[in-house]
């Protein structure tokens, strides 16, 4: 079945540095890759996400790039800020479901 | 536009205690349904899911069961709560699988 690995567990920047978190999978069906971002004690919600025939899509300081060859994407953060501190889950289009990943805590260093 | 629904917010039971949680989505037909259940400082665990009335998928064998009992309702349930039943339990819709979105949650403690 579809299974996606996610590193780090936890990551930890200084306020205004970048952020990368990666995502790589076994499935090559998949053609949808979401990102969603859980604030605590919060639901999660979608931040972004990439369908397989683009490489890259960026939204403001979040931009996510996929490699259907190396089964691999990524989330991207750049200029840090406080509020970007939340636990950050990739996912990818299974059979009738979401595969999610095991979930990166980001926190921000003011 | 679309509106998902969980109740109770916030739940403490005792073990071996009966459990229902409910779930209800507006302003959509016919969703694909999930429960999730997230541990303290845990992952998303896909409990259960449904693609149609009456139509259950069961991802892990636990005390829990899952009914559709309509279209835009999703209810969880447990005959005996254990321990590890304790989580935030969130409930998700999607259409064709793409683009989920959760509902707010109901944090469950068993004592």
């Known amino acids: 079945g579809e299974n996606v690995e996610q590193h780090p567990s936890t990551l930890s920047v200084q306020e205004g540095d970048s952020a990368v978190i990666k995502c790589t999978y076994s499935d090559s069906a998949s053609n949808y890759f979401p990102w969603y971002k859980q604030e605590l004690g919060k639901r999660p919600q979608l931040i972004i996400d990439i369908r397989s025939n683009v490489g890259e899509k960026k939204d403001q300081r979040i931009a996510v790039t996929l490699n259907k060859t190396a089964k691999h994407f990524s989330l991207h953060i750049t200029e840090t800020q406080p509020e970007d501190s939340a636990v950050y889950f990739c996912?990818?289009?299974?059979?009738?479901?979401?595969?999610f990943g095991q979930g990166t805590r980001l926190t921000i260093n003011p | 536009s679309q509106t998902i629904h969980q109740w109770p917010a916030t739940l403490v039971q005792p073990v071996g205690s009966p459990l229902s949680l409910e779930c209800t989505v507006e302003g959509t037909s016919n969703p694909n349904l999930y429960w999730y259940r997230q541990a303290a400082g845990r992952g998303l665990q896909l409990l259960f899911y449904?693609?149609?009335?009456?139509?259950i998928s069961s991802e892990v064998p636990q005390n829990l069961s899952a009914s559709r009992p309509q279209d835009r309702q999703f209810i969880l349930s447990s005959k005996k709560l254990l321990l590890s039943d304790s989580g935030f339990y969130l409930c998700?819709?999607?259409?064709?699988?793409?683009?989920?979105?959760f509902g707010p949650g109901t944090r469950l403690t068993v004592l």
């Open positions: 996912a990818l289009q299974g059979a009738q479901k979401l595969v």
């Open positions: 449904s693609v149609g009335i009456g139509q």
């Open positions: 998700a819709w999607s259409l064709s699988s793409v683009e989920q979105f």
